[in-house]
Every structure is written in structure tokens, then in C-alpha cells.
């Protein structure tokens, strides 16, 4: 009954109300069916996974590989907005309706412990322990970002820090700008050059990305949002530093006139077509850059940690995990999905094709891997991930976020000043913690 159900439904891109509508519309017959604990032995099933935009294909080749390597099951494939925040949102208004239209999902790095919270997510143990997954193989970060009150909610898929790539036709490897006193310099300087039309390339759009940016200029001049007691701390010389910089530079220039507009596939897209010398981004960049099919500044790209402040360079840690909708009708089925693709194989191909950093630690020695991404073991690519700093550490991370995204975007619109950006998120942030 399921799959004659879902393969019905057509993928749309208003999918927080269809998810609601047809939860509603189906709510007593998917109960029916989850009695039965997957029961689809010699028949066709289908898995429907939910991600957001991937625009280097490299989830459809390990959905390739696993239909291949699993023949009975079929992976539909639901796109979610590239907005992290919508993407959260969309998931939270199916969720609570408790929809079983979605069997396996992504989750940002931040979502575990509050999808779990709420009972969004099943949890894993129990197939781990059958199926004799070594943990101990994983990114320690990255695995415990998806753990909550002892139990594995999720897998990672790969791990994430923002880092400097930059056109290496431009910017010479001696030349790599140490400090952001000096990228603005620099880019100001090659802005025009190569057929660029902007100097530097970041997400300064009011979402999460913003949020990653503010982290990592915020700690390269020695602040926090939330030290590791709890305590709201933002509002000190050295955030405030953080801040006047970020605004310094998203301000200047250098930069798209727009660039509040800008997430990443709007900066990835610039970079690839030679529009700028330098970009903030996660490392799937190099990839991208190196796609021959739409990028036109392949073998022309280098990577570094980001730009020092008074403290050094720092990086946001960011990555995707994956988890199974707790309302799931076929179980197994999404759980075999996620094993094969949070896993070695998996793994490999997205590393491989989407230029991803993998969770698995033994990936980074593998020979394939490494010729797909020179730079995993370049020592740029490996200072950034050693820079890596977490975002705020709290169990309503959802609405500090966006307590961070409105305070920062008010400072680079000019509508108040740094200063008076991290007082009002000090007495805002506080307040939700006090909750």
C-alpha cells in the first residue's frame, strides 16, 4: 500500500504543506502499516529521502550504487530548500504532523539533540549493535554531535569547516592572505583581474550561514557566543572586534554589492565562473571548481585557513548527518539506505564526486579519495579543519540562531552599531537560556 501511495505523489518544491496535507490524509493507514514492522519481504520497496540541494550530483550516484547493490529497494528522492532554515522548518511542520512521507533525512550538525528531543528521529542503537557498525571508525566531533542522552540518533555523513579557497592564477601560494586586514588588501587588489568582478565571495544572507560566518570572525579575534559553562559571553571586547570586522568586510568593496543576498550556492556559483579571487566556503568547493562541466576556473583553485584575527583563524564546524523519520513505515529498508550511505561506500563516492570530507576517518588515506581531493592532504586543508570551532552549544539552538542572524544582518545593513549587535544579543540570548 505504501508504495502505491507514495509513487502517487509528485516531488514539489512547497513541500512543508504537502508533507502536512497528505500526513493528515493518511495518518491511520500508515499506523496499520507500521504494526506490521516493515513487512515487505520479496516485494519492491521504496525509501523516500529527503536532502537538501546538491548541485554535484554526488547523492544521486550513491543512490545509483545502493539500488544496484539492494535491487528490492527503490530511493525516491524529495529535494529540500538549500536555506538550512527552511529546510529545518519544512521538516519540523511535517514532523509534528507526523507524516510518514519521508523515511530517511538529513540533519545539520545542530538538529540532532533537538529533532531527538522532540521525537522526530528514531533511534539507532539498536541496529548498530545487530549490524556491528564500528563507531570507533567515525570522526569523534562529528559522531557525537548526533548522540543525545546516550543513545545514536543519527549517522554523519561528512564533516565541514569553512575555508579559503582562492584562484591560484591570481593569488600565488606566498601570496595567501594570513590575516583579513590582509585578504581585504589582497582582494581589493585582484578585483578585476582574470575576469573577476568582485574581490571576495561569502554568505551574508540573513540564515545560517551568516550565523558560521559571525562564528568564525567572532573567534578568530578570541570571543564566544556561549563559553563551554553556559554563559552567554558575546558581549565583549573581543566579540565586539569580531563583529566590527565581519561588517568591515561584508561592507566593503571587495564584496558583491548584494552579497546579503548571497548564500552558498549563490557564492559557489560566482566563484566557478571566475567572478572573484576568493571565497569563503566549505570544502566541497574544490569539487565544484574542478568540474569540468561547470566551472571555468578548473586546476586554477587553492585552499588555506581562513584569514587570522588577533586571536588566529578559525572555522565554523558544520557537516550533515542522517537519521530515520521515527514514523517511518519500512524501518529496515531505511535503515539498510542509511547504513550503506553514512558508510564506507557511501561515503567514498560522495568524498570522491562530491568533494566531501568524510566522517570515516580511514577515507582521508584512500588512494581514489585523494586523487579526487589533492588537497585532503594539503596542509591548508588540514590547519582549517584543525581551526574548527563549534556554534553555540545550546538545547534551543534553533532560536539562537536567529537571535545571531537578525542582530548580525541589523549590523552590516548599519541599522545599529557592533557594539549595540552583541549587547542586544547577550540580553536576548540570556533570556532563552534562562527559559
Not at 511542520?93 to 522526530?120: C, H, M
Request: aromatic share 8%; net charge neutral; with cysteine.
Amino acid at each position: 500500500m505504501k508504495n502505491i501511495k507514495k509513487i502517487s505523489k509528485v516531488i514539489t518544491t512547497s513541500l512543508a504543506l504537502s508533507l502536512v496535507l497528505s500526513a493528515c490524509s493518511t495518518d491511520k493507514a500508515s499506523t496499520d502499516e507500521k504494526s506490521k514492522d516493515s513487512g515487505n519481504k520479496g516485494k519492491k520497496v521504496e525509501v523516500v529521502y529527503a536532502f537538501g540541494k546538491d548541485d554535484t550530483g554526488a547523492t544521486l550516484k550513491i543512490i545509483d550504487a545502493f539500488e544496484k547493490k539492494y535491487p528490492n529497494i527503490d530511493i525516491k528522492v524529495r529535494e529540500m530548500p538549500a536555506d538550512t532554515g527552511k529546510q529545518h522548518n519544512s521538516y519540523v511542520t511535517a514532523f509534528n504532523a507526523k507524516s510518514d512521507e519521508i523515511d530517511v533525512f538529513e540533519l545539520d550538525v545542530v538538529w540532532p539533540a533537538e529533532f531527538a528531543q522532540a521525537g522526530y528521529v528514531m533511534p539507532l542503537d539498536r541496529f548498530i549493535q545487530k549490524d556491528g557498525i564500528k563507531l570507533d571508525e567515525y570522526n569523534e566531533g562529528a559522531l557525537s554531535a548526533s548522540k543525545f542522552k546516550g543513545k545514536q540518533w543519527a549517522l554523519p555523513k561528512f564533516i565541514d569547516a569553512g575555508m579559503l579557497f582562492y584562484r591560484t592564477d591570481l593569488v600565488k601560494d606566498g601570496e595567501v592572505p594570513k590575516t583579513w586586514d590582509d585578504l581585504l588588501k589582497q582582494a581589493k587588489a585582484d578585483k578585476g583581474k582574470g575576469g573577476t568582478k568582485f574581490g571576495y565571495l561569502m554568505q551574508a544572507k540573513q540564515y545560517e550561514g551568516l550565523v558560521c560566518n559571525a562564528v568564525e570572525f567572532i573567534a578568530s579575534y578570541g570571543g564566544e557566543i556561549i563559553n563551554d559553562k553556559g554563559e552567554v559571553v558575546v558581549d565583549s571586547p573581543e566579540a565586539v572586534k569580531g563583529i566590527k570586522k565581519l561588517v568591515e568586510v561584508a561592507t566593503s568593496d571587495v564584496v558583491p554589492k548584494n552579497v546579503t543576498t548571497f548564500a552558498e550556492p549563490e557564492s559557489h556559483t560566482a566563484f566557478i565562473n571566475g567572478q572573484s579571487a576568493f571565497i569563503r566556503n566549505w570544502p566541497y568547493q574544490f569539487a565544484l571548481a574542478n568540474d569540468k562541466q561547470q566551472s571555468k576556473i578548473v586546476g586554477k583553485v587553492g585552499v588555506a585557513p581562513l584569514p587570522a584575527g588577533d586571536k588566529g583563524p578559525a572555522a565554523a564546524l558544520g557537516g550533515w548527518q542522517a537519521g530515520i523519520n521515527k514514523n517511518t513505515d519500512v524501518p529496515k529498508e531505511a535503515w539498510t539506505f542509511l547504513k550503506f550511505m553514512a558508510g564506507e561506500e557511501g561515503q567514498k563516492i560522495d568524498a570522491i564526486n562530491g568533494g566531501h570530507a568524510p566522517t570515516i576517518n580511514k577515507l582521508f588515506d584512500d588512494a581514489e579519495v585523494q586523487k579526487a581531493n589533492p588537497y585532503f592532504k594539503d596542509a591548508g586543508f588540514v590547519n582549517a579543519l584543525k581551526s574548527a570551532v563549534s556554534r553555540p552549544v545550546a538545547p534551543n539552538y534553533t532560536e539562537i540562531s536567529d537571535i545571531m542572524q537578525i542582530q548580525v544582518s541589523k549590523a552590516i545593513a548599519k541599522e545599529i552599531t557592533p557594539e549595540q549587535a552583541a549587547k542586544n544579543m547577550q540580553k536576548e540570548i540570556s533570556s532563552k537560556l534562562e527559559k
